[in-house]
Nanobody
Framework: QLQLVESGGDLVQPGGSLRLSCAAS????????IGWFRQAPGKEREGVSC?????YYKRSVNGRFTISRDNAKNTVYLEMNSLKPEDTAVYYC???????????????????WGQGTQVTVSS
């Protein structure tokens, strides 16, 4: 059974850091595209970053967030630094299999989704 489980969300002060994890089971990351999305209350889900053969970042997080993949642990990470209140949201990871090129941060491109983890940036 294919599953994605996010963890690492927390309450953090502005300027702080968090590392989110997305642990995959039932498939390997080698040929998968993995995306991180977030959804704030009353807003649409938006793509933050993705990784496959290349990486992509939403402009507002570029330079602050870093996506990485540990194939041995079958886990994708999202390192978030210099966090701002506007980063507050539920963060989701998503997967699509058999990706041979780049990735997209369009929700409909992904097949499998995790349950989400809450990130709150507040003083």
């Amino acid at each position: 059974q294919l599953q994605l489980v996010e963890s690492g969300g927390d309450l953090v002060q502005p300027g702080g850091s968090l590392r989110l994890s997305c642990a995959a089971s039932g498939f390997t990351l080698d040929d998968a595209g993995i995306g991180w999305f977030r959804q704030a209350p009353g807003k649409e889900r938006e793509g933050v970053s993705c990784i496959s053969r290349r990486e992509y970042y939403k402009r507002s997080v570029n330079g602050r967030f870093t996506i990485s993949r540990d194939n041995a642990k079958n886990t994708v990470y999202l390192e978030m630094n210099s966090l701002k209140p506007e980063d507050t949201a539920v963060y989701y990871c998503a997967a699509v299999l058999s990706v041979q090129a780049g990735c997209l941060t369009i929700p409909s491109w992904y097949t499998y989704w995790g349950q989400g983890t809450q990130v709150t940036v507040s003083s």
